[in-house]
């Protein structure tokens, strides 16, 4: 595989083609005197063939490729670390530009495969449950970064192997970040994977969670049919201040008309909002808080997905039994909502939802230790 560590000081100069949508990139050629159909050959060497050597697109003539060469790269972030878990979910520690880390998960099922994907380093929305939260915010990542992932998937699974057919089946935006407080990046990057020049992965398929940026989802309604989900983990407003900060800000009422108005946007009638609602033990897992949820969400769009809280260092939160999730899940039943529970996949390799970046961060700390402390053995015995 050709290199792809970060980028050298020759590189940052030159266009990411990586990132770019197709009217981006049709732009683009026309930017630089070609014709608009090369946007199309290049989308598919990228995301279709998984070739980012310019040298090895034959199609577009030597001429252009050395042109092109002198403008522009395609540049995937940097695997760090890949772990497999016994489940057969697969985890990605990636390096972004200016050493920021994130990662991506992919679970695969019997059907499907599953691709979560990080929008932000860190996460500014300091939800009290969350470990990404805990990290503060660093930084957005460009789309090539959260395209990058997908292609560092696909890479990974198949080497590409398929073609124009589907590894990654299904999106998820529900790595580290809030993906509507980097708007433009996630948009684009969720066209590309939707885009037939590139994963054609369906508009049902690809989903954005949010805590509920209220305005940036008034926008989106405008701009993207992915499929949605909130993240609500409360039914009143004195709790959910609690948990989630941004709450103060939009509170669920908002929430909520700015959730119903996104999917009655949408083309097609039959889409729902997928309600997420995270159980912690003693906190939001009572069979009166089922009950209140059952009552907030009446006539409202949805289905409910119920997490039970992933535990990680320095939280303490516990996550509820079996049987407190059983009862939960029943009241929900009982009134009539359709309801799912996250297994939790990839445990033992800390792939669970919640838990990405502190386990990075810790291992990052960890080996960082392990080299200082190698060098010294070494400056000991040496
Ligand atoms: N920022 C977005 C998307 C990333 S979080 C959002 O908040 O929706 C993806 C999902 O994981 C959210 O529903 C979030 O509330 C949930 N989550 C975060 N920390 C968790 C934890 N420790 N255990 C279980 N779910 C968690
Ligand atoms: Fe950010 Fe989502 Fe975590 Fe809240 S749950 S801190 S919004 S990543």
Known sequence: MTSVGTLSKADQSRVNLLGLTLP??????????????????????????????????????KVL???????????????????????????????????????????????????????????????????????GFQRDLSAAEIIGQLWLAVKSYDGFQAGDKRVVTNVVMMGMGEPLLNFDNVVSSMELMMEDLAYGISKRKVTLSTSGVVPALDK?????????????HAANNA??????PINRR??????????RNYINAQRDSK???????????????QVEHARELAELLQDFPCKINLIPFNTFNG???????????????QVLIDAGYNVTVRTTRGDDINAACGQLVGQVVDKTRRSERHRLATETLIGKTG
């Open 220 to 232: 989106l309604a405008g701009v993207s049919e992915v499929s949605l989900a909130v993240s609500l």
């Open 65 to 135: 490729r050395e042109k092109l060469q002198d403008l522009c790269v395609v540049q995937p972030p940097e695997i760090v670390t890949q772990e497999d878990s016994v489940d057969g979910t697969r985890k990605w520690a990636i390096r972004v530009g200016g050493g920021g880390l994130v990662e991506a998960v992919l679970i695969p099922e019997a059907n499907r495969a599953t691709l979560c994907v990080s929008s932000q380093v860190g996460c500014g929305l300091d939800c009290s449950f969350c470990s990404t939260g805990k990290q």
């Open 239 to 244: 709790l959910r201040d609690e948990l989630m």
């Open 24 to 61: 981006q990139m049709e732009q683009f050629f026309l930017d630089i005197g070609e014709k608009r159909f090369r946007a199309q050959q290049m989308l598919k060497w990228i995301h279709h063939a998984g070739v980012i050597d310019i040298n090895e697109m034959t199609n577009l003539g």
């Open 271 to 285: 889409r729902v909002v997928t309600v997420e609602y995270t159980l912690i033990a003693g906190i939001n897992d």
């Open 250 to 259: 939009y509170p669920i009422e908002m929430l909520l008309d700015s959730a």
């Open 315 to 329: 939280s303490e939160y516990r996550r509820p039994s079996g049987n407190a999730v059983s009862r939960f899940w």
